[in-house]
Every structure is written in C-alpha cells, then in structure tokens.
Nanobody, 122 residues
Framework: QVQLVESGGGLVQAGDSLRLSCAASGRTFSMSTMGWFRQNPGKEREIVAAISWTNSITYYTDSVKGRFTISRDNAKNTVYLQMNSLKPEDTAVYYC???????????????WGQGTQVTVYS
C-alpha cells in the first residue's frame, strides 16, 4: 500500500500563488509516477499534472501550462505543485495520486490522497 497526504490548499485571490505538497509513504517503490488531479462538484475529475520519479518526465493539462509547475523531492518522497497566476476556474479539490506513468496519465491511478481544497476568488 501507498499512503498519500496532501497539504497546502487554501483561499486566495485571483493572481496569487499556492504550493501544494503530497508526501508519500509505504510501498513507494511500487509507483513510478505521481500526479495531481482536481474535481469540482458535478464535474469529472481531471488530471492537472504528472511527473515521473525516474526520469522527471512531466505532463500538464493545457489550461495550466505556463502557470503550474510540478516537481519532486526523491529524498522526501514528496511531490509539489506550484500554482501561480491562479484563476477562479482553478477552484477545485486537488488530489494527489500515484501509480505507473500510464495509469496516472490516463487517469486511473491506484493510489489517492484525501484531497485539499483550493478556492480562488476574483
């Protein structure tokens, strides 16, 4: 099993920045990729970004390119999502997830965090 714990959500004004953190523990050797997803009530969960542990390959959904940056700290088994120039449409519950690259990239990872709320007001 892999346990994922997110932190760093909050209430911010449009244009502000936030950094989300996700700490992994447990059988972390079983995962090669971590990602961030988000979901609003009544909408499907969507992938925001992903990063491979082994070669740092990254993926971003188009709506966050140039504003969000995903990074990792292998020693701490932690992945970060730096969110700049936040917009009201970024408001959502953000979830950390982990699994293989394909399972994360195609939105079916096996491990999920509990989620952290990000609210952006204009």
């Amino acid at each position: 099993q892999v346990q994922l714990v997110e932190s760093g959500g909050g209430l911010v004004q449009a244009g502000d920045s936030l950094r989300l953190s996700c700490a992994a523990s447990g059988r972390t050797f079983s995962m090669s990729t971590m990602g961030w997803f988000r979901q609003n009530p009544g909408k499907e969960r969507e992938i925001v970004a992903a990063i491979s542990w082994t070669n740092s390959i990254t993926y971003y959904t188009d709506s966050v390119k140039g504003r969000f940056t995903i990074s990792r700290d292998n020693a701490k088994n932690t992945v970060y999502l730096q969110m700049n120039s936040l917009k009201p449409e970024d408001t959502a519950v953000y979830y950390c997830a982990a699994d293989t690259w394909n399972r994360v990239r195609f939105q079916v990872p096996g491990y999920w965090g509990q989620g952290t709320q990000v609210t952006v007001y204009s």
